[in-house]
């Protein structure tokens, strides 16, 4: 995966967040379905974005950034902010 898919990854997970929350917020509630739903959409970002870090510092470092891979859900969400 390439960072300009990665990114158009990005940009389709906050369009699909954005529209989720502005229809909870129409209704003035959400439902248990679309709080998982938003859930997933943040691990899934949070995923995407550190990849593309670690594309990144691949590649200034002189890495292979095609050879960094999706790191799995619970490992990125351990990560100390």
């Known amino acids: 995966m390439d960072d300009k898919t990665i990114l158009n990854r990005i940009s389709e997970l906050v369009d ?3 529209r989720l929350r ?4 129409a209704r003035e509630s959400d439902t248990e379905g679309e709080r998982v739903r938003l859930r997933e959409l943040e691990e899934s970002l949070d995923q995407c974005w550190d990849l593309l870090r670690r594309r990144r510092a691949a590649r200034q470092t002189h890495g292979d950034p095609d050879a960094q891979g999706v790191r799995p859900r619970p490992e990125v969400e351990r990560y100390l902010q």
């Open 16 to 18: 699909e967040e954005h």
């Open 22 to 25: 502005s229809a909870a917020q």
